[in-house]
């Protein structure tokens, strides 16, 4: 077997394949004698066709299933070993081949390459770095959600704004009396602060246990079909049908009182004896954010250092034709059209594709099983913060993070953002970063088109 490779221009080449009887000649015997074992044919015993009948009748499907299969391997192998920078997949050209008559066989295909290019950073490469401030606000916000994980709950007499309400609700007439055959709920359970009707909200300031009240849930709701139906206890289709005026008897009244900032507190939330004070343990709330925030200015510098970047390389060489030819086969359902439409963004996202490799190679990033271990981890620590759980146990950290890499696809996304966070922090080191403080805010908004 003969493979050669002739470049057309920078970008482009043919591979041609050449194949002779004996490259393919010993598998084809061995299908065949394979097949005959299987095969059952009228006349014949299972495995004792002649072979020259299977031969006859299948001779030609299987040699071409072999000569396909040891084409695939070789032409594999080749780029490989040879380093082939090619872009997608080969492109059959027309090839005459005639199978029942031919022996030896000569197969073309066109390869896309990759551009040629050179990309470097260093100190006097400037990019933005968004320091993420952490506002007094958020960590009281964070510090009241621990609090309430401790919080009692008392029984009061008079309403304030963010209790919960207890009672009989009861649908009214248009003349303001229990309507018959009615809704009735009897417990129903409210918390008016989160009504979207200020008028209907204010109904219930310091309203006492056992007064009787009217208001109308669908206004103070917001016509929501979910809330309505969950409190009337009705199906959804059917709360068209009650949005008239309710009564409602309070029986009780329930308020959440925070629980204290304390050393118990402090150790169900950072673990034992990592703070002896208020003070300390707030500081250690702020800190567990901004490290949660350091994660999104890193995702952000590494948006930036690819427009630098791109910039930088200038537009690259494509071969045009070819890579629409290889994006129509990968989209073949989607046709021309999709093609046409999306090719120059397809090339935007593969530049960045080559620019990031060579990143990576350059500054030799490996991703071996205990980065995607610790990754699958910081991936649960954070969902895990995100509820307010900063000192999660590492025996849960663990079996979260071992059922995440049970799936092939979370597998992927763990090495891609591996990648990611050791080539940010390498390139952190190399360029002059024009550091910014921003608000969480400001920061989002970097976000919104």
């Given at each position: ?20 009887k004996?490259d ?10 394979t097949?005959?074992?299987?095969v059952?044919m ?57 199978f029942t ?22 100190a ?32 009061v007499d ?42 209907q909200k ?8 056992n007064?009787?009240?009217?208001f ?6 917001d016509?929501n ?40 507190l ?13 003070e ?21 510098f590494?948006?930036?250092?690819r ?70 981890k ?10 307010g ?40 080191a ?15 908004k970097?976000?919104?088109?």
């Open positions: 077997m003969n493979i050669s490779l002739q470049n057309v221009d920078k970008v482009s080449a043919v591979l041609t394949v050449q194949i002779e004996a393919y000649q010993e598998k084809v015997e061995k299908a065949l004698k097949l005959r074992q299987r059952n009228p006349g014949f015993r299972k495995g004792m066709v002649p072979m020259s009948l299977v031969k006859k009748q299948f001779g030609t499907s299987v040699l071409v299933e072999e000569v396909d299969k040891l084409m695939q391997e070789k032409v594999n192998e080749y780029i490989r070993e040879n380093k082939v920078n090619m872009l997608g997949t080969p492109l059959p050209k027309e090839n005459a081949v005639d008559t031919e022996e030896n066989f000569e197969f073309s295909f066109d390869i896309a390459l990759a551009p040629e290019f050179n990309v470097e950073l260093s006097n490469d400037t990019v933005d770095y968004f320091d993420i401030t952490v506002a007094d606000e958020m960590v009281e916000q964070q510090v009241k959600m621990y609090a309430q994980r401790n919080a009692k709950y008392d029984k008079e309403y304030q704004d963010g209790d919960m309400l207890k009672g009989l609700l009861a649908e009214l007439d248009e003349n303001g009396n229990t309507k018959e055959g009615g809704v009735q709920v009897e417990g129903a359970v409210m918390m008016p602060k989160y009504m979207k009707n200020d008028d204010a109904i219930f300031n310091g309203v006492k246990t007064t009787v009240l009217v109308n849930p669908a206004t103070a709701f016509n079909e979910a809330e309505l139906a969950s409190l009337l206890k009705v199906q959804k289709e059917d709360v068209e049908n009650h949005k008239g005026n309710f009564s409602f008897q309070v029986e009780e009244i329930t308020r959440m009182i925070p629980g204290d900032l304390n050393q118990e402090f150790d169900s939330v950072l673990g034992e004896g990592k703070a002896h004070s208020e300390e343990f707030r500081a250690q709330v702020k800190e567990a954010i901004a490290k949660q925030f350091e994660a999104d200015s890193d995702y952000k590494l948006i930036d250092v427009t630098y970047l791109t910039n930088k390389v200038g537009k690259l060489e494509f071969a045009d034709e070819l890579m629409k030819r290889i994006m129509l086969e990968n989209n073949k359902e989607k046709g021309e059209e999709f093609v046409a439409e999306h090719y120059e963004k397809s090339l935007e996202e593969l530049t960045w594709h080559l620019i990031k490799e060579k990143l990576v190679a350059a500054n030799e990033i490996k991703v071996e099983q205990a980065d995607i271990n610790e990754m699958a910081e991936a649960t620590r954070a969902q895990f913060a995100q509820y759980m900063i000192n999660v146990p590492d025996e849960l950290l663990d079996n979260y993070a071992k059922e995440m890499l049970k799936k092939r696809e979370s597998v992927e996304a763990l090495v891609n953002r591996t990648i990611e966070a050791k080539l940010a922090e390498a390139l952190k190399q360029v002059t970063l024009n550091r910014k403080e921003v608000s969480a805010e400001e920061f989002n970097m976000f919104q088109d």
